[in-house]
């Protein structure tokens, strides 16, 4: 029987593999893109317009490889994931306003504007919560690509009685009330989601929720069809220093 | 169509992917920069004493050396350590991003979201400041 020294090495050379093989893949479909976004914008001379609708969808598949290859990754490492792990406390704030720091091109792309609400004003919060930058990432980016132009993503951190509140809302296109309970499933995208944004892999939000329950906490979703959605975790006072 | 070249502001770029390297070299001289791409730190440390860029473009995983021991020995050099530099690296992390703050870098980029355009655009906002 493996000792759990043999445990935590057999993780640490998985999470290495895993962290190669996916920089590893990355890299050249990376580079497919940007030559393509090349070609396409016509920097390297005219295309015709039969070859460039051709190597418009090989880009949009590129895009969709490189996407799936982070999701499949991410719920890879989730299924192997060793248990009790010690995990080190972050400076929630700082991780938020980083991440919000690297979204500002995709919101600009999406024409989003960004809001952060800390409540209250001076709150400093340490959390022990593994793949933290990984869940806001998630959110917030679902908040920018299913919201419309004009319109405001706003993430919120509040400090309640015995929690920690995380909320991130949009002002989107909505999930209806069926397609709301299938949500965390693994590949479930709802029909409107697709329509407005077809290359997602429906393993985002899996993996959030994997991450949140992963930490004692609970996430839970609220949201109107064209009117927008909020995305609410509760991280009990335990793995928080608030 | 490619536009006409001028001489613009010079960006010197460590990068070992000669495939990356070469296609962002491309793009940002049609926008009309000049371009060097070294691929190793003694080629980029050598190009340096050729004369000092506008901007440095500094990828964070290295085959030789980290980014980050990169940017720190040119915070050491009172020639070099007032220079602008972006780093980007594949992996996003906040921890990353917030060693690479500490030295002074004045933007991070992700290697694998950002686009050919979006560079540009990010380039251009630290030079036009």
Known sequence: ?????????????????????????????????????????GDLGRVGKAVKNSLA???????????????????????TRGQAKKTPAVDAIKIIKGIIEEMRILAKQYGVKINFI??????????????????????LSNAIKYNRPGK??????????????????????????????KLFGKFF??????????????????????????????ISVASQKNQGTVFTIELPQKQAKI | ?????????????????????????????????????????ADFFQE???????????DLMLQDQTGFEVLERIRRDPHLKKLRVIVYSSLGQAEDRERAQKLGAIDFLNKSEISLHQLVQEVKRHLDR
């Open chain 1, 189 to 218: 995208r709802a029909d409107n989601a697709m329509k407005h944004a077809t290359d997602g892999s429906g393993l985002g939000l899996y993996i959030v929720k994997s991450y949140v329950d992963g930490w004692g906490g609970k």
């Open chain 1, 57 to 79: 969808e090989v880009a949009k598949m590129d895009t969709k490889a490189l996407e799936l290859i982070n999701d499949f990754l991410n719920a890879a490492a989730l299924g």
């Open chain 1, 1 to 41: 029987m493996a000792s759990k020294n043999n445990l935590k090495d057999l993780e640490a050379i998985k999470n290495n593999f895993l962290m190669v093989a996916s920089h590893q893949i990355k890299t050249p479909l990376n580079i497919i893109k940007l030559n393509l976004e090349m070609i396409l914008n």
């Open chain 1, 118 to 139: 800390i409540e209250p004003k001076g709150l400093k919060a340490m959390i022990k919560a593994d793949n933290f930058e990984e869940v806001v990432k998630n959110l």
């Open chain 1, 152 to 181: 405001t993503a706003e993430i919120k951190l509040e400090k309640l009685p015995g929690k920690l509140r995380l909320s991130v809302r949009d002002e989107g296109i909505g999930i209806a009330p069926a397609d709301q309970k």
């Open chain 2, 1 to 41: 169509m490619r536009k006409k070249k001028k001489i613009g502001q010079y960006i010197l770029m460590l990068e070992d992917d000669k495939n990356y390297g070469r296609v962002c070299k491309l793009k940002l001289e049609i926008e009309g920069y000049s371009v060097k791409v070294a691929e190793t730190v």
């Open chain 2, 48 to 58: 340096l004493k050729f004369g000092l860029p506008d901007l440095i473009l500094l």
